[in-house]
């Protein structure tokens, strides 16, 4: 009689031990596969080391870069500007309009226009604006400007006078401190010229979406005085403001004071 054995055969211990090694198998290879897929801590320490070099964004770029002011190719002759008519009285300061040497631009109808006063004026002197061009026999604008006047910087916005500029029309304008309304040889006098341009594709892409000093460097780029001047006046007291300011004034050869 043959005696039959109870328990596992040896048939399916066999197939066990077969799955098993094929489980086992399967587990070393995807295990290898792992270590291999997974950077070394060196290649990881590189990989951040490369982020944080990763050049800067055109925003990021904006938002940082040195502030130039890049001369505006119009191909027009320029004028005497940032000038005007000093005074032989030592008590009497010397005006200066915060103007470029040659006819500065802006793309805005009625600008912010600055002027820059270095000292205290003699009590009873006036302060008188003016706005002219060459198709006109009488001055666009001629006005007083309320007083008194401290030292600093000041601005005339065209838009309370009510003035909007002609695009691609030149306009001299200036700021005259007056000591005898009869004897108007005696003023001091400083004038400048401005021109309303449109602004090109590239201004107005790089004006998309953007504020602050992302501005400022957009008119810049694009050579447009007035614009840019006023966008960094906004945005004082601001200290990043004034070192701009500080700089933009050095680039056009006007007094640095203005910027304090």
Same mark, same amino acid.
């Given at each position: 009689?043959?005696?039959? #054995? +109870?328990?596992?055969?040896?048939? $399916?211990?066999?197939?066990?031990?077969?799955? @098993?090694?094929?489980?086992?198998?399967?587990?070393? $290879?995807?295990?290898?596969?792992?270590?291999? =897929?997974?950077?070394?801590?060196?290649?990881?320490?590189? *990989?951040?080391?490369?982020? =944080?070099?990763? *050049?800067?964004?055109?925003?990021? &770029?904006?938002?940082?870069?040195?502030?130039?002011?890049?001369?505006?190719?119009?191909?027009?002759?320029?004028?005497?500007?940032?000038? @005007?008519?000093?005074?032989?009285? /030592?008590?009497?300061?010397?005006?200066?309009?915060?103007?470029?040497?040659?006819?500065?631009?802006?793309?805005?109808?009625?600008?912010?226009?600055?002027?820059?006063?270095?000292?205290?004026?003699?009590?009873?002197?006036?302060?008188?604006? $003016?706005?002219?061009? +060459?198709?006109?026999?009488?001055?666009?604008?001629?006005?007083?400007? *309320? %007083?008194?006047?401290?030292?600093?910087?000041?601005?005339?916005?065209?838009?309370? #006078?009510?003035?909007?500029?002609?695009?691609?029309?030149?306009?001299?304008?200036?700021?005259?401190?007056?000591?005898? +309304?009869?004897?108007?040889?005696?003023?001091?006098? /400083?004038?400048?010229?401005?021109? +309303?341009?449109?602004?090109?594709?590239?201004?107005?892409?790089?004006?998309?979406?953007?504020? %602050?000093?992302?501005?400022?460097? &957009?008119?810049?780029?694009? @050579?447009?005085?007035?614009?840019?001047?006023?966008?960094?006046?906004?945005?004082?007291?601001?200290?990043? /403001?004034?070192?701009?300011?500080?700089?933009?004034?050095?680039?056009?050869?006007?007094?640095?004071?203005?910027?304090?």
């Amino acid at each position: 009689m043959t005696r039959r #054995h +109870r328990g596992i055969s040896n048939g $399916t211990l066999g197939g066990t031990f077969r799955i @098993g090694l094929a489980a086992l198998l399967l587990l070393g $290879t995807s295990a290898s596969a792992e270590v291999a =897929d997974a950077p070394s801590s060196a290649q990881a320490g590189a *990989a951040a080391e490369a982020a =944080d070099g990763a *050049a800067p964004t055109d925003s990021e &770029a904006k938002a940082t870069g040195r502030l130039v002011y890049r001369l505006p190719s119009v191909g027009k002759p320029g004028h005497t500007v940032g000038g @005007g008519r000093r005074s032989l009285r /030592a008590d009497l300061p010397q005006l200066a309009v915060l103007v470029p040497d040659h006819v500065g631009t802006t793309v805005s109808a009625q600008p912010v226009l600055y002027w820059y006063l270095p000292t205290s004026p003699p009590p009873g002197v006036e302060f008188e604006f $003016t706005l002219s061009d +060459r198709q006109s026999i009488q001055p666009v604008v001629d006005v007083d400007l *309320a %007083g008194p006047m401290a030292p600093g910087v000041h601005r005339v916005d065209l838009e309370e #006078h009510g003035v909007t500029l002609v695009p691609d029309r030149e306009y001299e304008w200036s700021v005259s401190l007056v000591v005898d +309304r009869d004897d108007r040889f005696g003023d001091v006098v /400083a004038k400048g010229w401005i021109e +309303r341009v449109s602004p090109s594709v590239a201004l107005k892409k790089s004006l998309r979406n953007v504020s %602050g000093r992302a501005r400022s460097v &957009a008119f810049g780029e694009a @050579g447009i005085w007035y614009d840019l001047l006023d966008s960094v006046y906004v945005r004082l007291p601001a200290e990043r /403001a004034q070192a701009d300011l500080r700089q933009l004034l050095a680039q056009v050869g006007l007094p640095e004071e203005a910027a304090n």
